[in-house]
């Protein structure tokens, strides 16, 4: 059962954490887009599958909701911006893909060419 | 949508849309009753007449041209090839009340779905919006109400990776108690 009990143990967690890191400092913003189009083509399970893994890793990522990103056929799409604002856009997305995300990407570093919409509009 | 979970969070989205500071989501599922009650009621800007009528015109969303349909005229529908009704209320600068009742053992009733996803994809849009959710059943009711999650929080973001992780949960489990 989760109790209220465990929600405070977390919270506790988390204040440490915050208080260890620099405020705001992250590796990592991630956004999916989560108008009707992105919601209709899969999004909700994305973005659940990427702040789980998150959360699992706690890894010093942000993950963010947007609205269309204007590409309504490549949708589920899910954005992810480095420490210098580099973005790159992954298309297509679902649950594995987005898992995929997290580990090769989130946690090393590794921008998979497959993924990315580069490649679909080869 | 091919679940009431999906229509659920297609409907609060436009009430987040509104700056609605708190949204509050009943789910009457009875089998009593033999219907499925939903509601969304929201603080947000509201509407005019002029769009409150345009939304609720199905005439005026067949001219449409976009690849999914409006929204709201989805919902209306979707809930009256049940034989269920469907009612909208808003105010400019007030709020909006939207009510969908399904027949529950109609044949075109769309799947409950995960109401715990949709939840948590709210809560993790914004931290500033409250909301009260509460599930109703025949054999009891149970209540979420964000504000009281936050007063345990302690100022702690309620859209944290691992809080929302606790609350969907959380969440699966208050439903089915
Ligand atoms: N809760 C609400 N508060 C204020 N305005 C709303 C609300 N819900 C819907 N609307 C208005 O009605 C319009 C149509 O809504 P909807 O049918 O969901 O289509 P869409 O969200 O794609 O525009 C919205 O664009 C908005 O102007
Ligand atoms: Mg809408």
């Given amino acids: ?122 | 949508m091919q679940e009431i979970a999906m229509t659920i969070l297609d409907i609060a989205q436009n009430s987040i849309r509104a700056c609605a500071k708190l949204i509050q989501i009943v789910i009457r599922d009875s089998h009593k009753d033999n219907i499925i009650h939903i509601e969304c009621l929201d603080d947000g800007c509201g509407m005019d007449d002029k769009t409150l009528q345009k939304v609720t015109d199905p005439f005026y969303t067949t001219r449409t041209t976009r690849q999914i349909g409006l929204g709201i005229p989805m919902f209306k529908e979707s809930v009256e090839a049940t034989g269920g009704w469907f009612s909208i209320e808003s105010q400019k600068g007030v709020g909006t009340k939207i009510i969908g009742e399904y027949v529950k053992n109609h044949l075109d009733t769309p799947p409950m779905g995960n109401i715990a996803e949709t939840l948590i994809t709210l809560i993790q849009y914004d931290d500033h919006i409250d909301y009260v959710f509460q599930y109703i059943c025949d054999d009891f009711e149970w209540v979420l109400n964000t504000k009281e999650i936050k007063d345990i929080l302690d100022g702690v973001p309620i859209n944290q990776p691992d809080i929302i992780l606790w609350l969907k949960d959380y969440i699966k489990e208050g439903m089915q108690k």
């Fill in chain 1, 1 to 122: 059962m989760k109790s209220l009990e465990e929600l405070k143990r977390i919270r506790d967690q988390a204040k440490e954490r915050m208080t260890m890191r620099e405020n705001g400092d992250h590796d990592y913003r991630v956004v999916v887009g989560m108008a009707t189009c992105g919601i209709a083509a899969g999004a909700r399970p994305v973005l659940n599958t990427l702040v789980e893994e998150v959360a699992r890793e706690h890894l010093p990522v942000t993950v963010m909701q947007t609205g269309c990103i204007g590409m309504c056929a490549l949708e589920p799409i899910v954005e992810v911006f480095d420490k210098d604002n580099h973005k790159t856009t992954y298309v297509l997305v679902d649950t594995k893909k987005a898992k995929d995300i997290v580990l090769r990407h989130l946690m090393h570093g590794e921008v998979i060419e497959e993924y990315t919409v580069g490649h679909y509009s080869k």
